[in-house]
């Protein structure tokens, strides 16, 4: 045999055998439980990256561990197709099209995650360019459409200048457009969205389904969700003849509202401003913070700005008028646009106050103060509990009082109204790009808005397009897609024009892979429900909210389309760690990207997965280290040389392993093998610590070679090595296919390791004959011995005595105390 293993001849081998034999393939075993486990899939960019590649392999890892355990395994992919950088890459080119850019890509890929040993079905493929696929992404919005949960409206949106098209609010990071960087802009368009806000509640109220969500997700989650309890209030405008509505979370503070603030862009600050002196000093305010974006106008660390506008409102708790200001910090995308301001409870008014000199009334008193706070003597707000002051009859009253009080009097009275409030806004999916699903509506001067038939999906992207961006979709430009036929009235009319943002495609392609094949429904909810919540999802921390939320609101809309019995798509999340270079994220503008080929052109695919499975716990960032895969490289070399040099030895034996008649030298060895069959199964069933299963794994390794160099060939205990040779291939295989599944066929197996029974171990197995007790003096170790694993704790604290190092400290007959801890430790305290 070779002494070194021969991964290009293996990989080669084992993959036509897998291919040919269809090994992947989905389990249908009725007898046997069900288990999805499944990665977000790529957009189809041509090559495979680190990222992918650790991603991939710690599915593949429960994959092919649950198989072994007896499970039927979904282990599906597909692909993320639709999107800008397919329709960049064709303008960049000039001579290739979107969907031939695509599915070269996707062909190469597909040849790179097989050439990684990935155990995916392939007959459960998904494409999401696919005309198969996106019919159903607008039937859904079809179905959505025809329920009011997708409408078209006039709004501003976001703008990226550079994708030239509209974006959500969610794919907006730090002002800037999340795909491409560039600054976003604002602009008045009519578009299409989803409502998502009408599954606000329950998206907060599943969060109890999701145990196995990282706490932060869900945190992040209901943060974005932002549900909030308070009341509208509406302040009188005397000049305008009109209400100023506010929404508040604190209506027991309404007595020390003493000025409002209006966003620059509220529609009423025109009207208030038109004709006056101020008007000129308010319009250059606003042109200002035009050029101040989001995130600095809501920093705690931005200066608060603002301009008196001239005219006043009417607090409706007791009629004083109070000023109106607009100021940068009050956004028209969140609540109202206004905000009535409390300075004596809140530091941010309060230091605007103090900035413009506005008056400051205190009306919430600390409990335990025995001096009324003055707003005027105030050095900063106070935010704190207590009992309301300065509020009339309500004086007196806890603040948890006074807000139901009050509320109840001022929604009787009619200016307020109880109501809750969402920071999270309907989910915006109009695109003015090409290569996207074409929404699905068709506009009639007689019938209005009409969705396409059923019968008539799908819409197709037509071909021959001009798709340079213009800020327009391009297949306006394309009248044979533009004009057809109203699905009513059957008059002339005109088809919709924008695509669909990718992250609709994105929100139900795990449920396809269920039924990828069907061609009358998108999928029957028997199928779907055979396999649905996945069990195990595993994908960046970076889509907690945009693909996450959108796929949440998706299931809760498919369930209330009664095909399936769940509300939530993800019974386990893993949110895996980057892969890191020089402790910066891999990129090719760092210069340092390590291409995933030349790991596996020099060392093969196995080392490359139990390297990058190795070197972190999958939750945590991973430093690249080239000394790291010479390590992984060198153990699986390990590995192929003991099982190989013992081959003669494994096979000539027929005797069955009694381990009552091994010397303790073996015992040790036995023991440690039952013991990382315990650690590995613990560790990738339900810890997800790949790191430390391999670990264990190496530990027996390097154990069963210290017993093979302490001994002769006639002194090894044969039927062991067989069992740890048998054993340590079994653990490994999830971790490194390719060589397992030699070394399994070497060992005189038929059937492929990847079918074959996961270990068990024996609990008796584990149980040690003899342990090491420490023995400290006044807390520093003296000594150690070794007694029987039952000793009682009379026994060993009587051989702790009878050590020659000890009883030089026993001699002057000084024991104050004996500290005993149950097979660690015996503590002697001596004065």
């Known amino acids: 045999m070779q002494d070194y293993y021969p991964f290009q001849a293996v990989e080669n081998k084992w993959l036509k055998n897998w291919e040919d034999s269809n090994l992947h393939k989905t389990g249908a075993d009725p007898a046997k439980e069900n288990y999805y486990v499944l990665e977000m899939f790529p957009y189809p960019s041509g090559n495979l990256h680190m990222g992918h590649v650790r991603v ?68 459960h493929e998904v494409t999401t360019a696919a005309e198969d696929y996106y019919k159903w992404t607008q039937w859904f919005f079809t179905q959505m459409f025809n329920d009011d949960l997708a409408y078209k409206k006039e709004s501003t949106v976001n703008w990226c200048p550079s994708c030239e098209t509209v974006l959500a609010n969610e794919q907006v990071v730090n002002d800037a457009c999340e795909r491409c960087g560039t600054e976003v802009d604002l602009r008045d368009l009519e578009q299409w969205f989803l409502k998502i806000t009408d599954y606000a509640d329950r998206l907060l109220a599943d969060h109890k389904e999701l145990d196995g969500w990282p ?50 862009e509220h529609p009423y600050v025109a009207e208030l401003t038109a004709g006056t002196k101020k008007e000129e000093e308010v319009q250059e305010f606003i042109q200002k913070v035009k050029k101040q974006k989001e995130q600095e106008r809501t920093s705690a660390e931005t200066e608060k700005l603002g301009v008196f506008t001239g005219a006043y409102a009417e607090n409706p708790v007791n009629g004083k008028k109070i000023p109106i200001y607009i100021a940068n910090y009050v956004l028209m995308g969140y609540g109202t646009g206004a905000i009535m301001a409390v300075p004596a409870h809140d530091q941010r008014d309060f230091d605007f106050a103090q ?47 006074a807000f139901t009080q009050m509320t109840a009097d001022f929604s009787e009275a009619g200016f307020a109204k109880l109501e809750t409030n969402y920071r999270l806004r309907d989910w915006l999916i109009s695109r003015q790009r090409y290569w996207g699903a074409p929404i699905p509506i068709i506009y009639c001067d007689d019938c209005g808005a009409v969705a396409v038939p059923e ?124 892969v890191l270079k020089d402790g910066a994220k891999m990129s090719k503008s760092k210069g340092n990207v390590v291409d995933p080929k030349d790991i596996l052109d020099e060392y093969g695919a196995d080392t490359a997965r139990l390297f990058i499975l190795f070197a972190a716990p999958p939750e945590k960032d991973l430093e690249w280290s080239d000394k790291g895969v010479e390590g992984a490289d060198r153990f699986l070399n390990r590995v192929w040389r003991f099982v190989t040099e013992n081959l003669e030895l494994i096979k000539d034996t027929n005797s069955k392993l009694e381990s009552s008649k091994l010397d303790p030298d073996a015992k040790a060895l036995y023991r440690t093998m039952h013991a990382s069959i315990k650690k590995v199964s613990e560790d990738i069933g339900s810890r997800l610590n790949f ?20 001994r002769s060939s006639e002194e090894t205990n044969a039927p062991l090595i067989k069992a740890v040779a048998e054993n340590l291939v079994l653990l490994l295989a999830p971790f490194a296919p390719f060589i397992t599944e030699e070394l399994w066929e070497l060992l005189g197996h038929s059937k492929n390791v990847h079918k074959s029974d996961w270990p068990v171990y024996q609990e008796e197995a584990l149980k040690k004959d003899e342990l090491t007790i420490v023995i400290q003096v006044n807390g520093k170790v003296r000594d150690k011995i070794k007694i029987a694993a039952d000793a009682s704790e009379e026994e060993v604290k009587a051989q702790v005595m009878e050590e020659e190092k000890i009883k030089d400290y026993l001699a002057d007959g000084n024991l104050v105390k004996t500290i005993y801890i149950p097979q660690k430790l015996v503590n002697l305290v001596i004065k």
Not at 373 to 390: F, P, R, V
Not at 486 to 496: D, L, N
Not at 691 to 710: G, H, Q, R
Request: glycine letters at 6%.
């Open 355 to 401: 900035k413009y000199d506005i008056e400051i009334t205190a009306v919430i008193q600390p409990e335990n103060q025995k001096e009324e706070l003055i707003g005027s003597k105030m050095k900063t707000a106070y935010t704190g509990d207590g009992y309301l002051i300065n509020s009339e009859k309500y004086n007196g009253l806890q603040v948890e009082e």
């Open 56 to 123: 991939y392999s710690i599915g593949d890892v429960i994959a092919r561990y649950k198989r072994m355990k007896g499970y039927n395994v979904l282990h599906p992919m597909g692909w993320d197709a639709f999107g800008l950088p397919a329709e960049n890459a064709a303008i960049k080119h000039g001579n290739i099209h979107p969907k031939e850019w695509t599915w070269d890509n996707i062909a190469h890929m597909k040849e790179q995650m097989k050439a990684m040993g990935l155990s995916y079905d392939w007959d």
């Open 691 to 710: 790191n430390t299963a391999i670990s264990s794994i190496m530990e027996l390794t390097n154990e069963v070679y210290s017993y093979l160099n302490d």
């Open 215 to 264: 706490e932060k997700v869900k945190t992040m989650q209901k943060n974005w969700i932002g549900r909030s309890e308070g009341c509208r209030v509406n302040f009188a405008l005397p000049k305008l003849e009109k209400d100023l509505e506010v929404f508040t979370t604190r209506p027991d503070t309404l007595f020390g509202a003493t000025y409002m603030v209006l966003a620059p």
């Open 455 to 578: 019968e008539d999906l799908p819409v197709k992207l037509p071909h021959d397009v001009e798709f340079s961006p213009t800020g327009e979709s391009p297949l306006k430009q394309v009248d044979s897609f533009v004009n057809t036929s109203c699905p009513k009235c059957g008059k002339a009319a005109k088809r919709e024009t924008d695509t669909m943002d990718t992250f609709v495609d994105s929100s139900w392609y795990f449920m396809r892979y269920a039924d990828p094949k069907n061609k009358e429904v998108p999928f029957t909810k028997e199928k779907l429900d055979q396999w649905f919540p996945v069990d195990q999802y595993i994908g960046g921390i970076e889509h907690a909210i945009l693909h996450l939320l959108y796929a949440r609101f998706f299931t809760k809309v498919v369930y209330d389309m009664d095909l399936t019995e769940h509300v939530e798509p993800f019974t386990n999340w893993l949110a895996q760690g980057m």
